[in-house]
């Protein structure tokens, strides 16, 4: 079983710019044919916890169980400086190997823990002229409104940073909710024809490059919410919500198959309110008949990591 550091975990995805310490963290991470995880300490001096089974969905092989790994952050800056940190290392990898880094965004306090990219040394040291960016899921209101994730990430992040204006593709608010879910497909279909946006071997759906993705307290990831029938939906690869749970009612967002297609998916949690639901997703008692939407997130070409703080993991007894 792996015991690698928190550190060297850390370290392995910095960009080109000098190390920095990693920040306080524990990780959990699934070792490569082993369904067993380990809870591991940035602190050389205190043991490993006993292993644990959290990350392994059931019936999950050996080889989707690795693929996850759970960060555990004392404080929320130093979340964000992990968050920054992985982004940035991604960013250097695609723009070397594609030209283009394709990064999706929700909305939350997500958009505030990316505020470490906009700062030196990411500010300066990532290529932001490959950067193309997109949203897992909108709220149908203008872009100016206060719901709207496209004003939240503009106004936190996108404005402080040099992406090209023509590489932020926002959803047509001009639109009823089914033509601007329709709009945003055609968006995608184009982007893969020009080559901007990779398709996975695996699933044939697109294959974005990190998906940065938040959760309810409810367990909803992008506006999939559970027990809704889009849940559902896999032939499509954006749809729409007219009466969604939590206002605003009309929302567009990803189907399941284009957020499990991701190269990464970076979720975050953090806070006591959503600790009820990171206890169904990760004690490994959930079925198959009451899964929440942030339980169905399996990557199925990628990898995918947890960045959650002590309160959302408290009705763990085990970590």
């Not at 963290?25 to 043991?47: A, D, K, M, V």
């Not at 404080?75 to 594609?98: I, V």
Request: aromatic share 6%; with cysteine.
């Amino acid at each position: 079983m792996s015991t690698a550091t928190g550190a060297a975990a850390s370290n392995s995805l910095s960009p080109t710019t000098s190390r920095r310490s990693s920040p306080s963290s524990r990780i959990l991470t699934t070792p490569r044919g082993s369904l067993s995880c380990r809870l591991l300490s940035s602190s050389p001096s205190q043991s490993p916890l006993v292993p644990v089974s959290a990350m392994a969905s059931p019936g999950a092989a050996g080889e989707a169980a690795s693929r996850k790994k759970l960060l555990i952050f004392d404080a929320e800056k130093d979340l964000a400086a992990s968050l920054a940190e992985h982004a940035a290392g991604l960013s250097e990898k695609f723009a070397a190997e594609r030209s283009a880094f394709t990064v999706v965004l929700s909305g939350g306090s997500l958009i505030k823990a990316l505020r470490k990219l906009a700062e030196p040394p990411y500010l300066e040291a990532v290529d932001w002229s490959r950067w193309h960016v997109f949203w897992a899921d909108e709220r149908v209101v203008p872009k100016d409104h206060a719901d709207s994730n496209y004003k939240l990430a503009m106004d936190e992040f996108l404005s402080k940073v040099p992406v090209p204006a023509n590489q932020v593709y926002a959803m047509n608010d001009a639109l009823s909710v089914e033509g601007a879910a329709d709009d945003y497909e055609n968006c995608l279909k184009q982007l893969i024809k020009n080559g901007v946006i990779a398709v996975s071997p695996v699933t044939g759906f697109p294959k974005f490059d990190l998906m940065l993705l938040g959760m309810g307290p409810d367990g909803h990831i992008a506006s999939l919410f559970p027990g809704h029938p889009i849940v559902n939906e896999n032939q499509k690869l954006v749809t729409c919500v007219k009466d969604s749970p939590k206002p605003p009612p009309e929302r567009i967002t990803f189907t399941f198959p284009v957020i499990n297609s991701s190269a990464h998916i970076a979720l975050m949690v953090t806070g006591a309110g959503k600790a009820g639901a990171v206890h169904k997703a990760l004690s490994g008692n959930e079925s198959s008949s009451d899964l929440l939407p942030v339980e169905m997130v399996e990557p199925q070409d990628g990898e995918m990591t947890w960045f959650t703080d002590k309160p959302a993991m408290s009705m763990l007894s085990r970590i």
